[in-house]
C-alpha cells in the first residue's frame, strides 16, 4: 500500500464526518501560511518608508496591513486548534465505527485466533481513532508551510538568490532525516506491539477480579508482575534506541540551522554597512531566514505526524480489508434457509485449526436426522466442541461438506445459518449487564421490544434460576456485575445517591442464565448444548435436563456432555474417536456393543456405586 492511500482514504473519512470543519481549516491553513509573509513585506515596506521619512499617508497602509495580520493570526490559532480538535473527534467516531463493522462482518473466529490480526486491530484501535485527525493536521501543516516558504523564497529570492539557496539546501538533510527517523519509529511500534500485547495481558492479569483468587492463593503476584516488567523493559529499550538516534540526529540538525541564520544575518548587516541593501531589506533577510526556517521546521513536524498517522491508519484499512481467510467467498451465498425438514449431514468432514496444526476430525461422517435427539461423546479433546463450531460456521471444514437438508452450508450466509441455531456453549459468556439482558441477548429483538420481561421470566422459569434472580436486590433488573456500579439504581441528578455494587451469581446460577439464554430460541431447528449442565449440582442437573427434554421434544438437538447419563434418552449416541465417528446406537446398543461408550458409561456408574458402598 503506498503512502497516498492512507492519506486520500483518511481524506475522505474526514470529508465524510465532518466536511464544513475540513474546509474552515483549509482556510485558516492557507490565512495563517501567508500571513508570516505578507508581515515580512509590510515590514520591510514600513521600515523603508520610516527610513526615507515618508508622509502618513504612505506610512498607514503597511501599519493597518500589519494589524489586519496579527489579527488573522491571533485568530487563526484559537479557531483552527478548536476545528481540528472537532473534526479529529467526529473522525475517530467515524472510524471506530467502521473499524468495528468490520470486525462484526468476520463471520468466523479464527482471525480473532491470528497474533498478527490481533497485533493490527489494537494498533488500529488504539491510535487509529486519532490518525485521520493526525493526517488532516499534517497535511494541512504541510500545506502552511509550503505558503509560508513559497513566499519567504520570493521575497528573499529579491534580496539574495545566493542566500535563498543556502536556507533551503540547509533543510533539506533534516528533511530527509525526519523521514528516516519516522520509518524507524514504525518499525519499532510494530516490533514493540506483540511486546506491550504481552505485558497488557500481565497487567490485566494482575487486576482481574476472575484471576485474583488463584494469583493470590499461589502467590503468583510478584511472578506475573516480574513478567510484566520484563517486557515494559524490552519494550522502553527499543524506543530508547530510537528517541537516542533521534536526539543525536535532531541536535546536529539544530547547530547546522543555527549556523545558516547566524551566517545569514552577519552577511545582511555587513551589505547594509557598505550602504548596497537598505534597513528594510535587512528585516526582510532577517524575518525570511527565521520564517522560512519555521516552516522548514514546521514541514519537518507535519511530515513525521503524517508519515506516523498513515502508517497507523494503514492498519486501519488493513482491518477494513480483512476477510474470514479460508470462506469460500466466491460462491454465491444463498440468502435464506428452509426450516430443517430431513437431516443434518456431515459428509466426510475434516478440520485442523491452522495448516500446520494436527487433524482434530478426520472424516467424520454423521447424520443427525430432524427431529431427533443425537447425543456426542468422546474423551477430552476428541473434537465435539470442534463439531459443534463448524456446525455454528465459525470455523470452515477443511475438507468436506455439512449438509442442511441436502444445502452445503458452505454456500449459506453464516447469519442465515444462525438464525436458525440455538446453543449453549461450553464457555458461555457472562456480561456485565442486567439479569434480564443477560437472558435477552439470547433473542436480540427483545433487547429492543418494550414488555420483553415476559419472554424473559418465562426462560428463567424453565431454566430454574427464576427464584434466585427475583431474590435479587433489584430482581431481574439488578446489574450482575463485579467492575461496575450499578447506574440504573438511582437517578443521574442525584450527586449524594450512594455508589450500588452490582450483584453477582455462581457458577451454577450463571450457567442456568446461559440455558435460559439459549431457551429464548428453544423455537430454532437445531439446540445445541455442549456441557450445560457441568456445574450444576444434581438436584439442578435432574431439573434442567427435564426441562431441556420438554423444550426439546419434537426438536432437533444435539447434546454433548460428559454425564452420560444426562444422554442416555438421546435418540442417538455417537462416539468420536480419533477424530472419526466410533460407535453409533441408541444407550442400550451401545451398552452391548461394550465399545467406548460402555467403557465411559461404567467408569462413571461404578463412581457412584462406590460412593454408595462406601456410605
Ligand atoms: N481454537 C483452537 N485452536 C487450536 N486448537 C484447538 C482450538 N480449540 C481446540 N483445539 C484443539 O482441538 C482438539 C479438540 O478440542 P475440542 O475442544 O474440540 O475437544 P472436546 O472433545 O470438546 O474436549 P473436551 O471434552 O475436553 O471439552 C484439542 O486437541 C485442542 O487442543
Same mark, same amino acid.
Given at each position: ?431 456485565? *449487564? ?5 437472558? @435477552?441477548?439470547? &433473542?436480540? %429483538? =427483545? $433487547? #429492543?421490544?418494550?414488555?420483553? +420481561? ?104 444435539? *447434546? ?5 447419563? @444426562?444422554?442416555? &434418552?438421546? %435418540? =442417538? $449416541? #455417537?462416539?468420536?474417536?480419533? +477424530? ?36
Amino acid at each position: 500500500m503506498t503512502r497516498t492511500r492512507p492519506t486520500f482514504e483518511a481524506l475522505r473519512l474526514v470529508g465524510r464526518s465532518a466536511p464544513w470543519h475540513l474546509a474552515g481549516s483549509w482556510a485558516i491553513s492557507a490565512a495563517s501560511g501567508l500571513a508570516p509573509v505578507a508581515a515580512a513585506l509590510l515590514t520591510k515596506t514600513l521600515l523603508d518608508a520610516v527610513s526615507a521619512h515618508a508622509a502618513w499617508s504612505v506610512l498607514l497602509p503597511p501599519l493597518l496591513g500589519l494589524a489586519g495580520v496579527a489579527v488573522v493570526l491571533g485568530a487563526a490559532g484559537p479557531v483552527g486548534t478548536y476545528l481540528e480538535a472537532e473534526l479529529g473527534r467526529r473522525a475517530g467516531r467515524l472510524a471506530k465505527q467502521d473499524l468495528f463493522a468490520a470486525v462484526q462482518g468476520l463471520q468466523g473466529i479464527a482471525r480473532f485466533e491470528d497474533p498478527r490480526f490481533q497485533s493490527r486491530l489494537r494498533l488500529a484501535e488504539s491510535a487509529g481513532g486519532n490518525s485521520p485527525g493526525s493526517i488532516v493536521r499534517g497535511s494541512l501543516g504541510l500545506a502552511r508551510a509550503a505558503l509560508t516558504t513559497a513566499g519567504m523564497v520570493g521575497a528573499l529570492l529579491v534580496v539574495s538568490p545566493l542566500l535563498t539557496a543556502a536556507v533551503v539546501v540547509a533543510a533539506v538533510p533534516a528533511l530527509l532525516a525526519e523521514l528516516r527517523l519516522n520509518r524507524r519509529r514504525m518499525q519499532a511500534e510494530w516490533q514493540t506491539e506483540p511486546i506491550e500485547r504481552r505485558e497488557f495481558f500481565y497487567t490485566s492479569l494482575l487486576s482481574d477480579v476472575q484471576a485474583a483468587k488463584e494469583i493470590r492463593l499461589f502467590g503468583l503476584g510478584t511472578f506475573f508482575a516480574d513478567r510484566m516488567l520484563t517486557e515494559r523493559r524490552r519494550a522502553d529499550a527499543m524506543r530508547r534506541a530510537v528517541d537516542h538516534r533521534d536526539l543525536v540526529l535532531q541536535g546536529g540538525l539544530s547547530v547546522m540551522t543555527a549556523a545558516v541564520a547566524a551566517l545569514g544575518l552577519v552577511w545582511a548587516v555587513a551589505r547594509a554597512a557598505e550602504g548596497s541593501v537598505s534597513v528594510g531589506e535587512v528585516s526582510l533577510v532577517v524575518a525570511a531566514i527565521a520564517g522560512l526556517q519555521s516552516a522548514l521546521a514546521g514541514a519537518v513536524t507535519a511530515l513525521g505526524v503524517l508519515h506516523h498517522a498513515t502508517s497507523v491508519f494503514r492498519y486501519h484499512l488493513e482491518v477494513l480489508a480483512t476477510d474470514d481467510g479460508g470462506r469460500s467467498a466466491a460462491a454465491p451465498a444463498i440468502e435464506t434457509l428452509e426450516p430443517l425438514r430431513s437431516a443434518i449431514v456431515l459428509d466426510d468432514v475434516w478440520f485442523r485449526y491452522t495448516e500446520d496444526s494436527p487433524w482434530v476430525l478426520r472424516g467424520v461422517s454423521l447424520t443427525i436426522p430432524a427431529g431427533s435427539s443425537v447425543g456426542l461423546v468422546g474423551r477430552n479433546g476428541a473434537g465435539k466442541s470442534t463439531l459443534v463450531k463448524l456446525l455454528c460456521r465459525f470455523y470452515e471444514p477443511t475438507r468436506g461438506r455439512i449438509l442442511w437438508d441436502g444445502v452445503d452450508l458452505a454456500q449459506v450466509r453464516p447469519d442465515v445459518l444462525r438464525e436458525r441455531l440455538g446453543a449453549v456453549f461450553q464457555d458461555f459468556m457472562s456480561y456485565e *449487564l442486567s439479569a434480564t439482558e443477560n437472558i @435477552a441477548v439470547g &433473542d436480540r %429483538d =427483545l $433487547l #429492543v421490544r418494550p414488555h420483553a +420481561g415476559e419472554e424473559v421470566r418465562a426462560a428463567a422459569e424453565r431454566a430454574g434460576i427464576a427464584a434466585d434472580l427475583e431474590r435479587l436486590p433489584r430482581g431481574y433488573d439488578t446489574l450482575l456485575s463485579r467492575v461496575f456500579f450499578d447506574d440504573s439504581a438511582g437517578s443521574e441528578d442525584d450527586a449524594a445517591q450512594p455508589e450500588v455494587h452490582g450483584s453477582y451469581l455462581s457458577g451454577g446460577q450463571w450457567q442456568k442464565l446461559a440455558t435460559a439464554r439459549a431457551l429464548m430460541r428453544a423455537d430454532r431447528d437445531l439446540m445445541i448444548l455442549d456441557e450445560p449442565s457441568s456445574g450444576l449440582d444434581p438436584a439442578a442437573e435432574r431439573d434442567l435436563h427435564q426441562c431441556l427434554a420438554r423444550a426439546r421434544h419434537g426438536r432437533t438437538n444435539l *447434546l454433548v456432555s460428559h454425564r452420560l447419563g @444426562a444422554l442416555r &434418552d438421546a %435418540d =442417538l $449416541l #455417537v462416539t468420536l474417536v480419533d +477424530g472419526r465417528v466410533g460407535e453409533s446406537g441408541t444407550h442400550d446398543a451401545l451398552l452391548a456393543l461394550d465399545g467406548l461408550y460402555a467403557e465411559l458409561f461404567r467408569a462413571q456408574a461404578s463412581g457412584y456405586q462406590m460412593a454408595a458402598e462406601a456410605s
